[in-house]
C-alpha cells in the first residue's frame, strides 16, 4: 500500500514566523502536490513536483513555496505566515510510470492554525 | 478553465438504500476519473476509478462514466451509516499534465 506520511497533524504558529510542512511518500512517486483544503472552497493546488528540485505553481502559489531535494520529500513552506493561511494542507503522491492513471494518494493533512 | 461540478448536497439517504451522488466535467479531453471518499477532519481517500465508458463496480460501490455526455456517478448500494462523508469527484485532464481537478463535494448523510 502507498503511505504518505506529513510531519504533522496540527500546528500553531504565530503571524510572521516561517513555518514548514514536510510529506514523506514510500512508492517511489515521481509527482508530489501541496493542497490547501477549506470549506466551501474545495482543494486548491498550492504546488507540484514531477521530479526532484523540479517545482511547478498550482492556482494559489502566493504566500508559499516548496522544496524537493529528495524524491521522497516535498516541502511546503510558508515563508511568513499570515492568519488567512489557516487551514488544512494535504500532500499527496501519484505515479506517472507506465499504465499508471495517475491516482492520487494523500496523506492524513495538516491542519494549521495561525494566530 | 477546467471545471467539475457535483451535485449541492447535503444528501439524505436511509440505512439500506441506495446513494446517488453526481459529477459533471468540463474538458471533454479527460482520460481518467476518480472518486474519494473523506471523513469529516481526516483526508481523502481513493474508492473508485474509472477510465472507459460504462459501469465499474467494486463491492457496494458502482461507478458509471458516460464521456459523450461528460458525466460521472458514483452509486452506493445498500447504503450504511458508516458511508456517511464527503464525496469528492476528480478528473485528470488530457495530455501529459498529472493534475487532478477536484469538484467541491457532497456531503451524504445515511441515517439508521
Known amino acids: 500500500d502507498v503511505k504518505v506520511t506529513q510531519s504533522s497533524r496540527y500546528l500553531v504558529k504565530r503571524t510572521g514566523e516561517k513555518v514548514f510542512l514536510e510529506c514523506v511518500q514510500d512508492?517511489?512517486?515521481?509527482?508530489m502536490f501541496w493542497y490547501r483544503q477549506d470549506p466551501g472552497l474545495g482543494l486548491r493546488l498550492i504546488y507540484f513536483?514531477?521530479?526532484?528540485?523540479?517545482?511547478e505553481k498550482g492556482d494559489i502559489p502566493e504566500g508559499y513555496s516548496v522544496s524537493r531535494e529528495k524524491k521522497e520529500r516535498f516541502s511546503l513552506i510558508l515563508e511568513s505566515a499570515s492568519t488567512n493561511q489557516t487551514s488544512m494542507y494535504l500532500c499527496?503522491?501519484?505515479?506517472?510510470?507506465?499504465?499508471?492513471?495517475?491516482?492520487?494518494?494523500f496523506g492524513p493533512g495538516t491542519r494549521l492554525t495561525v494566530l | 478553465q477546467k471545471e467539475v461540478e457535483q451535485n449541492s448536497g447535503p444528501l439524505s439517504v436511509p440505512e439500506g438504500a441506495i446513494a446517488s451522488l453526481n459529477c459533471t466535467y468540463s474538458?471533454?479531453?479527460?482520460?481518467?476519473f476518480f472518486w474519494y471518499r473523506q471523513y469529516s477532519g481526516k483526508s481523502p481517500e481513493l474508492i473508485m476509478s474509472?477510465?472507459?465508458?460504462g459501469d465499474k463496480e467494486d463491492g457496494r460501490f458502482t461507478a458509471q462514466l458516460n464521456k459523450a455526455s461528460q458525466y460521472v456517478s458514483l452509486l452506493i448500494r445498500d447504503s450504511q451509516p458508516s458511508d456517511s462523508a464527503t464525496y469528492l469527484c476528480?478528473?485528470?485532464?488530457?495530455?501529459?499534465?498529472?493534475?487532478?481537478?477536484f469538484g467541491k463535494g457532497t456531503l451524504l448523510t445515511v441515517n439508521p
Open positions: 499527496a503522491s501519484t505515479d506517472r510510470g507506465q499504465g499508471s492513471h495517475n491516482e492520487q494518494f
Open positions: 512508492m517511489d512517486h515521481e509527482n
Open positions: 513536483s514531477y521530479d526532484v528540485k523540479m517545482k
Open positions: 474538458d471533454r479531453g479527460s482520460q481518467s
Open positions: 474509472i477510465y472507459s465508458n
Open positions: 476528480a478528473v485528470k485532464g488530457g495530455g501529459s499534465n498529472y493534475k487532478l481537478t
